[in-house]
């Protein structure tokens, strides 16, 4: 009893936070404990994969790389021109690269580059609840690391489209999702630049003008943390039947709108990236250096278009869609084909897949409303402006999902 009701007590103080959600706990009150080994591992695998990710983005983005391969990697023909649009933004200005911490060290799952939440409980709510109990925070510091990165990211934004008047910013999320609003909320704060919050469904597209508020206002720069493109490539107009969603695209690519994250981002989200880097790598691509080979090896995963190799060699692999998240379609096969595990959810099962080799993650025992349970545990790590930034765990079940909770961290005092 003593747990819920210090839990509600501190959790309380924080209404712009969701601790409860669909229903139940969601962010946990009692911190693990962790080392200053495992904050190091964390920004060492941010800085190297970071590195890795972005330099494969640059591949993929350039000349050298024809459409079609884009479209192998799960990406519509309509966005060629987008996904190729150069910004001055770092690749992604908010990423989260999610790991599996094994005996060899962390392992990705996939990278979290467009639309990634999770933020606010990394950037604040750890600090606060290990001030709470007189822990020290694994992330201290970095909410204005995170702040940095948000302002910059604008100024540059703006600056790239070349207009004379002072910008119009927009921060923009779902009404009615509590997580997306705040999450958006908490960003435009600490932007401190003078915006506003539209929620997306006032958003005007005016085909090839421009982007506007309810009130008719002409909007510079978007910040749609929370809203991925594939989902705004599929907006069609009830009334026109127009393409929106695709018309808003085109207006980045006219330079008439910035977005941030930038396009960039979006290129990252496809879990295909994986595949292009292990496929880079297994035929060590001079495109790598040596020592980037050895990052690889060490943190990333082999993750195919197909399941050939790993039925080949008898070893469990994951089923993944290119978009997907919280768990959603993913499956579990053992070494002959056959499914062991599969999230109830199969909103992304139209996407094209990737297959990952199956690597467990860690289980521990963590103290929640229902009593002392056990769980899965999987890290976040973020990158804000390419740096290695704040992480955090969710912890739940073998595939991670919506109902996985949030476990604050502190570092132990030696």
Same mark, same amino acid.
């Given at each position: 009893? +003593? ?32 080392? #200053? ?20 983005? =640059? ?27 150069? +910004? &001055? ?20 799952? #996939?990278?979290?580059?467009?639309? &990634? ?34 302002? =910059? =990211?604008?100024? =540059? ?50 085909? !090839? ?30 009334? +026109? ?40 790598? #297994? ?13 690889? #090896? ?36 053992? !070494? ?79």
């Amino acid at each position: 009893m +003593t747990y819920i009701v210090n839990r509600q007590k501190f959790y309380n103080q924080l209404p712009e936070f969701w601790a409860d959600m669909y229903g139940q706990e969601y962010a946990l009150y009692e911190p693990a404990e962790i080392s #200053e080994d495992d904050v190091r591992d964390a920004r060492n695998l941010g800085e190297r994969a970071g590195h890795i990710l972005f330099k494969t983005a =640059s591949l993929l983005q350039s000349e050298d790389i024809e459409d079609d391969t884009l479209q192998l990697l799960g990406f519509p023909s309509a966005l060629n021109s987008f996904l190729r649009h150069q +910004t &001055p933004l770092a690749k992604t200005v908010i990423g989260r690269i999610d790991s599996i911490e094994t005996p060899e060290g962390h392992k990705i799952m #996939e990278f979290n580059s467009d639309t &990634p939440t999770f933020i606010f409980e990394c950037f604040k709510v750890n600090g606060l609840i290990c001030k709470h109990h007189g822990y020290k925070d694994p992330n201290e510091e970095r909410e204005k690391q995170l702040q940095n990165a948000v302002r =910059s =990211s604008i100024l =540059s934004a703006y600056r790239n489209l070349q207009k004379e008047h002072a910008p119009y910013i927009v921060f923009t999320a779902h009404e009615e999702n509590i997580e997306d609003k705040h999450t958006v909320l908490y960003l435009q704060e600490l932007s401190g630049f003078p915006s506003e919050f539209v929620p997306l469904e006032e958003l005007v597209i005016r085909k !090839g003008i421009g982007l506007f508020d309810q009130k008719g206002k002409k909007i510079d720069v978007l910040y749609r943390q929370t809203f991925p493109i594939e989902l705004l490539i599929q907006d069609v107009d009830k009334v +026109t039947n127009e393409d929106i969603g695709l018309q808003l695209t085109e207006l980045v690519v006219q330079n008439k709108l910035a977005i941030i994250n930038p396009p960039s981002a979006f290129l990252l989200q496809s879990k295909a990236i994986l595949a292009v880097i292990w496929g880079l790598h #297994e035929e060590r691509s001079p495109y790598f250096t040596g020592e980037e080979h050895e990052w690889i #090896e060490r943190y990333f995963l082999p993750t195919y278009l197909e399941p050939d190799t790993f039925l080949k060699n008898k070893e469990m692999y994951v089923q993944k869609p290119v978009f997907g998240r919280e768990g959603d379609t993913v499956r579990i096969f053992d !070494g002959n084909g056959v499914m062991i595990d599969q999230d109830k959810h199969l909103s992304y099962d139209h996407y094209v897949s990737v297959y990952q080799k199956y690597v467990s993650l860690p289980k521990m025992t963590f103290q929640s409303v229902k009593g002392i349970q056990k769980g899965y545990r999987m890290t976040g790590t973020f990158l804000t402006n390419g740096k290695a930034s704040a992480f955090g765990y969710r912890i739940g079940n073998a595939i991670t999902d919506n109902l996985s909770y949030f476990l604050p961290s502190y570092i132990k005092q030696t």
